[in-house]
């Protein structure tokens, strides 16, 4: 696994050891960020988040790409993490929490936190996406005019009333990718 482009390009990360953690492919990441480069300016990204960081690969490449910060979520993986921020030298616009993801969730809301671009990467079948975009919308994590990231299992049906889909892109039998904004956001 790789940074695909930007000022990092080519960037090895580390990965965990095992099946436990399902990385995102980098076929898939590359055709992620080039549907996203398609949507958004990178270099107007003031904050990214990653839920279910996983390795942080997502996080980073927003950053490689123009992003200027990225917060990283993850219960099992924030050593791996913290290794990758270190490998591409970004400790000073990244923020690793540790612990379960609607915990951390609201208590980037309690601080008032809110972000232009998060990815949601959670382990398939056991529907936590659909949590987590109900906590997005509920505590306002989302800027006006920002995207919402969502891979999940291509068999697994996203709901999100509070989101309008603007692109959704299945890889094969078992990954699927959409794209989300704010219902009712000025830029749809």
Known sequence: MRIITGKMKG?????????????????????????????????????VLDIFAGTGAL??????????????????????????????????????????????????????????LIFIDPPYKKNFFESTLEIIAEKKLLNEGGLIVVEHGAAEILNAEDFVSIRKINYGKTTSV???????SAVE
Request: charged letters at 30%; a positive charge; hydrophobic letters at 40%.
């Open 59 to 116: 996080g980073l490449e927003a950053i490689s790409r123009g992003a200027r910060t990225a917060t990283f979520i993850d219960f099992a993986t924030t050593e791996i993490i913290s290794e990758n921020v270190r490998r591409a030298k970004l400790e000073s616009v990244t923020e690793i929490l540790r612990g379960d993801f609607a915990k951390m969730l609201k208590a980037l809301a309690r601080q008032e936190r809110k972000f232009d």
């Open 178 to 184: 959409e794209f989300l904004r704010l219902s009712g």
């Open 11 to 47: 960037l090895k990360l580390k990965t965990p050891a095992g099946f436990s953690t399902r990385p995102t492919s980098d076929r898939v990441k590359e055709s992620l960020f080039s549907v996203l480069n398609g949507l958004i300016n990178f270099s107007e990204v003031d904050s």
